[in-house]
């Protein structure tokens, strides 16, 4: 991955996460480097603010079912129950993950949590209204154009309060930074590979702005969080009224 590249568009190319031909203890070293990556890059922050502010547009309701979709092992969501810890809010969780590997690194590391489930499925398998919320973090930025817009299509039927969208700001402070981090505590290839492309494949305010038009979600809300990431929050159509 070049360590400069142009930033004016969404980067077409495909992650190595992305073929499913590969994986094995390469992928499954991958997400425990991910893991740390994400802590220092913050990547939980923007969940939970989403995640919070449909619950309180929700009523805040004393239980909460959460469905991270590509959720990789999931780690983002130990914020989740910390916050369902503090709020006093009956929390259960599942994490849905095409690969084999993805599922298997989730319930190791939720293998002293009750209210975790691990599930190995595609979004576009999931029955209507399967969650209160449905999650995805560093997820839709593998999509693109009309799969892009299929995706978070899926994600909002399977939802019953709405959306929570947790992604990469497509910025050259952020490629650099996560460039230069991924060659610093990893030699994993899938990490270096794609942990720069994914900034590459971030996004933009005016992204989210056509995804907003095109799902004719006019409730759809998104907010720069730290650390160069995006909270996106699409509320249910039966919520709009409680905005």
Request: glycine share 6%; charged share 25%; net charge positive.
């Amino acid at each position: 991955m070049p360590f400069f590249r142009k930033l004016s568009v969404r980067a077409q190319e495909e992650e190595l996460m992305d073929d499913f031909s590969m994986g094995g203890e390469e992928l499954s070293e991958a997400l425990q480097h991910l893991r740390r990556l994400n802590q220092i890059f913050a990547a939980p922050g923007p969940t939970k603010a989403g995640v919070e502010k449909l619950w309180k547009v929700a009523g805040c309701p004393r239980t909460l079912s959460i469905l991270d979709v590509g959720a990789g092992s999931g780690d983002v969501n130990h914020k989740l129950l910390q916050w369902a810890d503090q709020k006093g809010i009956r929390l259960k969780v599942t994490l849905v993950d095409l690969t084999e590997e993805a599922c298997k690194e989730a319930r190791f590391l939720f293998r002293n949590e009750p209210r975790v489930q691990v599930r190995q499925a595609d979004v576009k398998e999931l029955a209507d209204a399967s969650a209160d919320i449905v999650t995805g973090s560093q997820f839709v930025h593998h999509f693109d154009g009309d799969h892009l817009v299929d995706i978070v299509s899926h994600m909002r039927r399977a939802s019953k309060y709405g959306v929570v969208i947790n992604d990469i700001h497509r910025h050259p402070v952020s490629y650099t930074a996560v460039w230069i981090v991924t060659r610093l505590i990893s030699r994993n290839r899938y990490i270096r590979h794609d942990g720069p492309l994914s900034v590459a494949k971030g996004f933009k305010s005016r992204d989210w702005q056509e995804l907003q038009h095109r799902l004719q979600a006019e409730a759809m809300t998104y907010a720069w969080k730290p650390l160069f990431r995006y909270s996106v929050v699409i509320p249910h159509p039966n919520l709009e009224s409680k905005l």
